[in-house]
């Protein structure tokens, strides 16, 4: 059997909405690294309720308390874990920040940095993101990228262009 790597565990949740959904893939990556010591739902949900902290430990208490059927379904806790600290429309925000993103004077890789993550929420195609993407690069970039004498394919190949 192969030896599990040593990692951190996540900073604790408090349940600030902003954090969520890096909270969470942060807990989905430790149960990925680590797939035997996390073998049934119950360690999973355990997992989870360790790493919470106020509210959200407020929250989760009364459900190990009172040995609540979330306790002992992974992705019953999930859904009602998002139900309560997550985005409820994840889509309509993620569309409304990446419209508002802007490179202004930051390097393209802290736009990169920003845009990149919006995109896993938007039920976009790789043209309509790629216009996007462009529409918030400065001006200087643009002029850049219209000296290449192929339009990109791709996000990952508009991206790359502007690295």
Known sequence: MLKEPKIGLPMKFDGMRSQ???FLNEVRLVIEIHPFRYLIDASLVRLVGTLLSGTALA???PLLEKESPFINNF???ITEFKAIFG???SVRM???KIQRLHQGD???SAYVADFRPLTTDIPWDDQAL???FRYGLCNYVKDLLLTFPK???SLTEAISRVM
Do not use: L
Request: net charge negative; charged share 30%; aromatic share 24%.
């Open 20 to 22: 969520f959904k890096v």
């Open 94 to 96: 993620a569309i409304n």
């Open 106 to 108: 930051f390097p393209s």
């Open 87 to 89: 985005y409820t429309d």
């Open 151 to 153: 339009e990109p394919k």
């Open 59 to 61: 929250w989760f208490a």
């Open 75 to 77: 992705e019953d806790f």
């Open 130 to 132: 790629m216009e996007q």
